[in-house]
Protein backbone atom coordinates (compact mmCIF):
# COMPACT_ATOMS: atom_id res chain seq x y z
CA UNK A 1 0.00 0.00 0.00
CA UNK A 2 1.41 3.30 -0.74
CA UNK A 3 0.87 5.77 1.71
CA UNK A 4 0.61 9.55 0.15
CA UNK A 5 0.71 12.41 2.07
CA UNK A 6 -1.26 15.51 1.55
CA UNK A 7 0.22 18.59 2.08
CA UNK A 8 -1.16 20.10 4.82
CA UNK A 9 -0.53 16.68 6.33
CA UNK A 10 3.64 16.82 5.76
CA UNK A 11 3.59 20.50 6.85
CA UNK A 12 2.03 19.55 10.33
CA UNK A 13 4.61 16.81 11.04
CA UNK A 14 7.38 18.89 10.07
CA UNK A 15 6.39 21.44 12.52
CA UNK A 16 5.99 18.69 15.08
CA UNK A 17 9.49 17.29 13.99
CA UNK A 18 10.98 20.97 14.39
CA UNK A 19 9.07 21.41 17.70
CA UNK A 20 10.73 17.91 19.23
CA UNK A 21 14.01 18.85 17.76
CA UNK A 22 14.15 22.43 19.28
CA UNK A 23 13.02 21.04 22.71
CA UNK A 24 14.99 18.32 23.34
CA UNK A 25 18.16 20.47 21.71
CA UNK A 26 17.60 23.31 24.52
CA UNK A 27 16.87 20.91 27.35
CA UNK A 28 19.83 20.40 30.05
CA UNK A 29 20.98 17.20 29.90
CA UNK A 30 19.99 15.82 33.65
CA UNK A 31 23.52 14.33 33.90
CA UNK A 32 26.59 15.87 32.44
CA UNK A 33 29.33 13.10 31.03
CA UNK A 34 32.09 13.77 33.16
CA UNK A 35 35.34 13.27 31.87
CA UNK A 36 36.84 10.39 32.92
CA UNK A 37 39.75 11.60 35.69
CA UNK A 38 42.97 9.95 34.99
CA UNK A 39 44.74 9.63 38.49
CA UNK A 40 47.49 12.10 38.59
CA UNK A 41 51.27 11.59 40.86
CA UNK A 42 52.27 14.69 42.79
CA UNK A 43 55.78 15.12 42.11
CA UNK A 44 57.16 16.51 45.39
CA UNK A 45 60.87 17.69 44.82
CA UNK A 46 63.06 16.05 47.04
CA UNK A 47 64.66 19.16 48.48
CA UNK A 48 62.47 22.19 48.90
CA UNK A 49 63.92 25.44 47.25
CA UNK A 50 63.25 27.16 50.31
CA UNK A 51 64.51 26.17 53.83
CA UNK A 52 62.26 27.40 56.47
CA UNK A 53 64.64 28.41 59.51
CA UNK A 54 63.21 27.87 62.79
CA UNK A 55 63.84 30.56 65.28
CA UNK A 56 63.42 29.25 68.67
CA UNK A 57 67.19 30.76 70.33
CA UNK A 58 68.18 33.57 71.64
CA UNK A 59 69.27 35.57 68.60
CA UNK A 60 71.26 38.47 70.80
CA UNK A 61 73.79 35.42 71.77
CA UNK A 62 73.67 33.18 69.44
CA UNK A 63 73.17 32.56 65.54
CA UNK A 64 72.44 29.20 63.87
CA UNK A 65 74.75 28.00 61.00
CA UNK A 66 72.66 25.75 58.44
CA UNK A 67 73.49 24.51 55.49
CA UNK A 68 71.82 26.83 53.66
CA UNK A 69 74.70 28.96 54.03
CA UNK A 70 76.50 26.14 52.03
CA UNK A 71 78.40 24.74 55.43
CA UNK A 72 77.66 21.05 55.45
CA UNK A 73 77.18 19.95 58.79
CA UNK A 74 78.35 16.12 60.22
CA UNK A 75 77.41 17.22 63.92
CA UNK A 76 79.33 13.45 65.25
CA UNK A 77 77.83 13.82 68.81
CA UNK A 78 74.14 13.78 67.55
CA UNK A 79 75.42 10.45 66.19
CA UNK A 80 77.12 7.62 67.63
CA UNK A 81 79.69 7.72 65.08
CA UNK A 82 82.20 9.55 67.79
CA UNK A 83 84.90 8.48 69.76
CA UNK A 84 82.54 7.87 72.85
CA UNK A 85 80.43 5.39 70.18
CA UNK A 86 77.19 6.92 71.70
CA UNK A 87 74.97 9.72 71.11
CA UNK A 88 75.64 13.16 73.05
CA UNK A 89 73.19 15.47 71.26
CA UNK A 90 69.32 14.81 70.56
CA UNK A 91 69.66 16.43 67.18
CA UNK A 92 72.50 17.92 65.06
CA UNK A 93 72.46 21.72 65.00
CA UNK A 94 75.24 24.29 64.92
CA UNK A 95 75.22 27.53 67.16
CA UNK A 96 78.16 30.00 67.45
CA UNK A 97 78.27 33.04 69.43
CA UNK A 98 77.64 35.69 66.34
CA UNK A 99 81.07 37.31 65.80
CA UNK A 100 81.93 33.09 65.61
CA UNK A 101 79.28 32.54 63.17
CA UNK A 102 80.05 35.65 60.81
CA UNK A 103 83.48 34.92 60.55
CA UNK A 104 82.70 31.20 59.77
CA UNK A 105 80.02 32.50 57.10
CA UNK A 106 82.33 34.80 55.75
CA UNK A 107 84.86 32.07 54.91
CA UNK A 108 82.82 29.55 53.78
CA UNK A 109 81.55 32.28 50.77
CA UNK A 110 85.16 33.35 50.33
CA UNK A 111 86.22 29.88 49.86
CA UNK A 112 83.65 28.41 47.58
CA UNK A 113 83.81 31.50 45.31
CA UNK A 114 87.85 31.39 45.26
CA UNK A 115 88.44 27.73 45.57
CA UNK A 116 84.88 25.62 45.14
CA UNK A 117 85.81 24.30 48.62
CA UNK A 118 83.10 24.42 51.58
CA UNK A 119 83.17 23.87 55.36
CA UNK A 120 82.67 20.98 57.05
CA UNK A 121 81.46 21.20 60.58
CA UNK A 122 81.73 18.23 62.86
CA UNK A 123 80.79 20.41 65.90
CA UNK A 124 79.97 23.70 67.01
CA UNK A 125 78.58 25.23 70.74
CA UNK A 126 78.45 22.44 73.00
CA UNK A 127 75.73 22.81 76.42
CA UNK A 128 78.13 22.01 79.35
CA UNK A 129 75.58 19.36 80.06
CA UNK A 130 76.83 17.87 77.01
CA UNK A 131 80.34 18.20 77.90
CA UNK A 132 79.49 16.48 81.35
CA UNK A 133 78.58 13.63 79.29
CA UNK A 134 81.57 13.32 77.50
CA UNK A 135 83.22 13.44 81.14
CA UNK A 136 81.41 10.91 82.48
CA UNK A 137 82.17 8.34 79.51
CA UNK A 138 85.91 9.33 79.06
CA UNK A 139 86.61 11.24 82.43
CA UNK A 140 90.43 11.86 80.57
CA UNK A 141 91.49 15.57 80.35
CA UNK A 142 93.79 14.53 77.72
CA UNK A 143 90.70 14.16 75.71
CA UNK A 144 87.71 15.88 77.41
CA UNK A 145 87.97 18.98 78.73
CA UNK A 146 86.93 19.06 82.39
CA UNK A 147 83.61 20.37 82.69
CA UNK A 148 84.44 22.99 85.64
CA UNK A 149 87.39 24.06 83.33
CA UNK A 150 84.62 24.26 80.46
CA UNK A 151 86.13 24.50 76.67
CA UNK A 152 86.00 26.80 74.02
CA UNK A 153 82.74 25.08 72.59
CA UNK A 154 80.70 25.86 75.69
CA UNK A 155 81.59 28.97 74.86
CA UNK A 156 80.57 28.88 71.33
CA UNK A 157 83.58 30.38 70.35
CA UNK A 158 84.96 27.01 69.03
CA UNK A 159 84.34 24.86 66.04
CA UNK A 160 85.39 21.13 64.54
CA UNK A 161 86.15 21.58 61.27
CA UNK A 162 87.73 20.40 58.28
CA UNK A 163 87.89 21.12 54.44
CA UNK A 164 86.05 19.53 51.33
CA UNK A 165 86.33 20.05 47.51
CA UNK A 166 83.68 21.17 45.04
CA UNK A 167 82.84 16.95 44.48
CA UNK A 168 81.66 17.23 48.09
CA UNK A 169 85.20 14.80 49.12
CA UNK A 170 86.66 15.46 52.73
CA UNK A 171 90.45 16.77 52.29
CA UNK A 172 92.92 14.16 54.04
CA UNK A 173 94.21 15.34 57.14
CA UNK A 174 95.81 12.48 57.81
CA UNK A 175 93.52 10.96 60.26
CA UNK A 176 89.54 10.74 61.67
CA UNK A 177 88.06 13.63 63.11
CA UNK A 178 88.29 13.14 66.84
CA UNK A 179 91.41 10.75 66.42
CA UNK A 180 93.24 10.94 69.95
CA UNK A 181 97.07 10.74 68.99
CA UNK A 182 100.50 12.20 67.72
CA UNK A 183 99.48 11.48 64.32
CA UNK A 184 96.16 14.43 64.80
CA UNK A 185 98.91 16.78 66.21
CA UNK A 186 99.28 19.67 64.16
CA UNK A 187 103.07 19.90 65.41
CA UNK A 188 103.79 16.70 63.46
CA UNK A 189 105.80 16.68 60.66
CA UNK A 190 105.82 12.85 60.06
CA UNK A 191 103.12 12.58 57.56
CA UNK A 192 102.39 12.73 53.31
CA UNK A 193 102.93 15.75 51.88
CA UNK A 194 99.55 16.04 50.88
CA UNK A 195 98.43 16.14 54.22
CA UNK A 196 100.51 18.55 55.62
CA UNK A 197 99.59 20.87 52.68
CA UNK A 198 96.49 20.40 53.61
CA UNK A 199 96.57 21.10 57.11
CA UNK A 200 98.31 24.36 56.61
CA UNK A 201 95.60 25.51 53.94
CA UNK A 202 93.06 24.89 56.89
CA UNK A 203 95.03 26.26 59.09
CA UNK A 204 95.76 29.62 56.78
CA UNK A 205 92.30 30.11 56.28
CA UNK A 206 90.97 29.88 59.57
CA UNK A 207 93.95 32.33 60.70
CA UNK A 208 92.89 35.05 58.16
CA UNK A 209 89.68 35.38 60.28
CA UNK A 210 91.88 35.38 63.81
CA UNK A 211 90.48 31.76 64.34
CA UNK A 212 93.70 29.81 65.75
CA UNK A 213 93.92 26.04 66.04
CA UNK A 214 95.84 24.22 68.82
CA UNK A 215 98.34 21.90 69.09
CA UNK A 216 96.82 18.19 69.65
CA UNK A 217 94.09 18.53 67.42
CA UNK A 218 94.37 19.51 63.87
CA UNK A 219 90.33 19.99 63.13
CA UNK A 220 90.22 22.54 66.29
CA UNK A 221 89.64 26.32 66.01
CA UNK A 222 88.86 29.02 68.35
CA UNK A 223 88.35 32.36 69.15
CA UNK A 224 90.52 33.32 71.66
CA UNK A 225 90.00 36.99 71.48
CA UNK A 226 86.58 37.05 72.17
CA UNK A 227 85.00 36.65 75.65
CA UNK A 228 82.00 34.99 76.27
CA UNK A 229 80.31 33.03 79.22
CA UNK A 230 80.07 28.94 79.42
CA UNK A 231 76.27 28.31 78.71
CA UNK A 232 74.06 25.46 79.50
CA UNK A 233 71.33 26.00 76.93
CA UNK A 234 70.27 23.22 75.17
CA UNK A 235 68.63 23.50 71.73
CA UNK A 236 65.39 22.25 70.22
CA UNK A 237 64.97 19.26 68.22
CA UNK A 238 61.29 19.04 66.26
ZN1 LIG B 1 86.90 21.12 69.29
Redesign the pocket.
Known amino acids: MIFRQTKPQIILFSSFFICIVILVGCQEPKTKSEPKATPQRIEIPEELPIEIVKIDYDTTQWKEITERSGVVLDIRYATDNNFTKKQIYPCPRCFLRPVMADKILKLQTDIKNKYGMSLKLF?CYRPRPAQQKLWDIVPDARYVTPPKKG???NKGL???VTLIDKDGEELDMGTEYDFFGQEAYTTNTDLPEEVLKNRKVLTKLMNIHGIKGIRT?W??F?LKTEKAPLDSWEWECD
Open positions: DSMHAVDEWHS
